[in-house]
C-alpha cells in the first residue's frame, strides 16, 4: 500500500515561509489515481484541509489559506511539498500529507482519505 512520510523544520519563525514535503512510497506521483493533500491540526483543534495536487497539474486550495499556500510536486524524488507563507503562531499544527482516491469535488472532506502519513509537528515561534 501507498506509503507518506512527512519532513519538515519543526520550527519556524512568525513571517517566514513554513516548507514541509511527503515523499511517497510504493506508489507514483505521477498516477493519475490519486490527488494528493495536506491536511493540519492545530492543538485542540480539529483536522483542516490545505489543498491538493493531481499529476493532471490540477491543484485547488482552501479558500481560506489559498492567498499563502503553494502545493508543488517533484515526480523525479516522488515528493510533493507545501508552502505556507507569512506564518503566525495561529499556524502552529501538525501537517499531514495524505492521498485520495475521490474526484476533485470531495478531496477537502477529510473523512475521505486513503492513505496518510504520521504528521510532522510545525511549531511557529520567534
Known amino acids: 500500500q501507498v506509503q507518506l512520510q512527512e519532513s519538515g523544520p519543526g520550527l519556524v519563525k512568525p513571517s517566514q515561509t513554513l516548507s514541509v514535503t511527503c515523499t511517497v512510497s510504493?506508489?507514483?506521483?505521477?498516477?493519475?489515481?490519486?490527488?494528493w493533500s495536506w491536511i493540519r491540526q492545530p492543538p485542540g483543534k480539529g483536522l483542516e484541509w490545505m489543498g491538493a495536487t493531481h499529476v493532471s497539474g490540477h491543484t485547488i486550495y482552501n479558500p481560506s489559506l489559498k492567498s499563502r499556500t503553494t502545493i508543488s510536486r517533484d515526480a523525479s524524488s516522488n515528493q510533493f511539498t507545501l508552502q505556507l507563507t507569512s506564518v503566525t503562531p495561529d499556524d502552529t499544527a501538525v501537517y499531514t500529507c495524505?492521498?485520495?482516491?475521490?474526484?476533485?469535488?470531495?478531496?477537502?472532506?477529510?473523512?475521505?482519505?486513503?492513505?496518510w502519513g504520521q504528521g510532522t509537528q510545525v511549531t511557529v515561534s520567534s
Open positions: 495524505a492521498a485520495s482516491r475521490r474526484a476533485s469535488g470531495y478531496v477537502a472532506d477529510v473523512k475521505g482519505y486513503d492513505y
Open positions: 510504493n506508489g507514483s506521483i505521477t498516477t493519475y489515481d490519486y490527488y
